[in-house]
């Protein structure tokens, strides 16, 4: 029987998770957090189970697990997004909580410039529902309004593997002056991948994460290709722009790096999520903006004015390699 996570509705394929602490999100508060960390509970990878691990607390967990309650009460805990945004749904992951998961959740959110405090107002986005054991349990929002921080209620007590909040990070872009060089790709700035050749390897979405990778694992990384052609990645930007310098990085790809990497873009204007068979096919004649370019192992490059074709603004753009291989970060640098 497939189980919730191979259901996956449309927000938790085509959104960012804005709970994840690769991006920076941040757990600041929780009521009780005794058997397991409540940061935990953002980490990107999927929660493990270890038979035999335990520690001074008992059984040791992967995820956020609170004592059995033994009054009246529940328990929460206040997260700080990775950037503020627009909650699209969330994903109440219980994976390996099976005699002590929650039997229920709720969530609200704020907004608000520093820690959320007793004054702060709370929004309720989600109802109290219904959670089981050891799967995930997606639940989409419709409240569109920016939020900072989330506060996840489990009554009364009980453990989450993992939460993850997707959504589009918000940015007030007219704040942004005209001169300033921004990453247009970054996931902080709602960049985001939209289709791909292969993804064999790796953690794909790491790809427009800030800083650099940690290790081979975290970065996006193709099979060995065995036929003609090569690997390619489209990234719709977080807002249109001029490119002004791109840096892939290949940091940790040794034997496994691309030979040659190229860059295409295009002003594709609005495209909604339905569309990404549309953007592939077009992709196939977008103009060059980074001609092909020799890459090494486990480098920073960075591709100045002078190796890029002049273009016009763009909201996409396809990153080739040639043939195939791991490339740890992203960067398309431009002005808005």
Request: overall charge negative.
């Amino acid at each position: 029987m497939a189980s919730s996570a191979d259901i996956r509705p449309e927000f938790a394929t085509n959104r960012i998770n804005l709970a994840s602490a690769g991006l920076g999100a941040q757990a600041i508060f929780a009521t009780d957090d005794f058997f397991a960390p409540v940061e935990r509970m953002l980490y990107d990878a999927p929660a493990v189970f270890i038979p035999d691990k335990y520690d001074d607390h008992g059984k040791w967990m992967d995820g956020w697990e609170s004592r059995r309650k033994r009054g009246p009460g529940h328990d929460f805990a206040v997260i700080k997004l990775a950037a503020p945004g627009i909650v699209h749904g969330f994903d109440v992951d219980t994976s390996h909580f099976t005699g002590n998961y929650p039997p229920a959740c709720s969530i609200e959110a704020c907004r608000t410039e520093g820690e959320p405090n007793d004054s702060t107002a709370w929004t309720e986005v989600l109802p109290q529902s219904p959670l089981g054991p050891s799967d995930s349990h997606f639940f989409a929002s419709t409240n569109r309004d920016v939020w900072t921080h989330l506060r996840l209620h489990i009554y009364p007590d009980g453990g989450v593997a993992r939460l993850r909040v997707y959504g589009e990070p918000w940015r007030d872009w007219s704040n942004v002056p005209a001169t300033e060089e921004v990453d247009l790709a970054s996931a902080l700035n709602g960049g985001r991948v939209v289709a791909y050749s292969d993804a064999h390897y790796g953690a794909l979405h790491r790809l427009l994460s800030p800083g650099r990778g940690i290790n081979m694992g975290d970065g996006w990384e193709t099979r060995r290709r065995r036929e003609p052609g090569n690997d390619w990645i489209i990234v719709q930007l977080g807002h249109a722009g001029q490119i002004s310098r791109i840096v892939v990085d290949t940091a940790h790809y040794k034997g496994n790096y691309p030979d040659r990497c190229s860059l295409h873009g295009a002003d594709l204007g609005a495209i909604s999520g339905g569309l990404t068979q549309s953007v592939v096919t077009s992709s196939m004649f977008w103009p060059e903006i980074l001609p092909e370019k020799k890459l090494s192992m486990d480098a920073v490059h960075d591709f100045g004015a002078g190796d890029l074709v002049a273009s016009n603004r763009v909201t996409h753009v396809r990153l080739n390699i040639f043939p195939d291989g791991g490339v740890s970060r992203l960067r398309v640098f431009g002005t808005i």
